[in-house]
């Protein structure tokens, strides 16, 4: 940032450290033993679809690099009451790591070719035996998870305990976003 863009108050955007992702593994285990949350082998990257045939090809690409790998995961693509685009991989539960590749691999891509604006969230859900369930939720813009748990029972309610408590054990793991107010609330997600 320069001596003018300082004074005129104005400040770069946080860059997105993709490589986090690859910390969600350990950050499962991690979950698992002290929460009793455990990765449900479901995950999701979060766009907004633009218009165009070089959005579209783009997309294509993607799933295409994902249903092409010698261990492909299923992949599907749906969208959401908000106008947002939520491209879905499934993998088996106990491979949170190639889970998070694939993840990794649909954030890049959109990346790589301009689409890194359109770009909100990546979700990896967790759950427990008692049907409590929380997504990891990379920001993308922020470069920084935060948990989001939907309260066992239906409707728009939060389970804030159990969001603080991710929040907790996780500090020392994963670069948390410290802003509650951008901890946002994404009814209908996929996998939660």
């Known amino acids: 940032m320069g ?9 770069k955007p946080k860059q997105a450290n993709l490589d986090a992702l690859f910390m969600v593994p350990s950050a499962a285990i991690t979950l698992q033993t002290t929460l009793g949350l455990t990765p449900t082998g479901d995950g999701s990257v979060c766009y907004r679809a633009a218009a165009g045939a070089g959005f579209s090809q783009t997309q294509t690409d993607v799933l295409e690099l994902l249903r092409d790998a010698a261990d492909a995961p299923d ?13 879905q991989v499934h993998r088996a539960a106990d491979d949170t790591s190639g889970l998070c590749t694939d993840l990794h691999a649909v954030n890049t891509g ?5 689409f890194g604006p359109a ?3 990546s979700l990896v859900p967790f759950a427990d035996p008692s049907g409590r369930r929380v997504g990891l939720v ?4 922020q470069g920084t998870f935060y948990p989001f748990a939907p309260a066992p ?3 728009q309610h939060r389970d804030n305990l159990l969001e603080i408590q991710v929040r907790d054990v996780l500090a020392a793991e994963l670069p948390v976003e410290q802003e ?4 946002l609330a994404i009814w209908g997600a ?3």
């Open 75 to 87: 992949v599907e693509v749906s969208g959401d009451s908000f106008g947002f685009t939520w491209l």
């Open 153 to 155: 029972g239906g409707g």
């Open 190 to 192: 996929p996998g939660l």
């Open 138 to 141: 990379y920001l993308y813009k």
């Open 119 to 121: 770009l909100l969230c």
């Open 180 to 183: 509650m107010s951008r901890w």
């Open 3 to 11: 001596f003018l863009d300082s004074i005129l108050g104005r400040s």
């Open 110 to 114: 959109l990346e790589a070719e301009g």
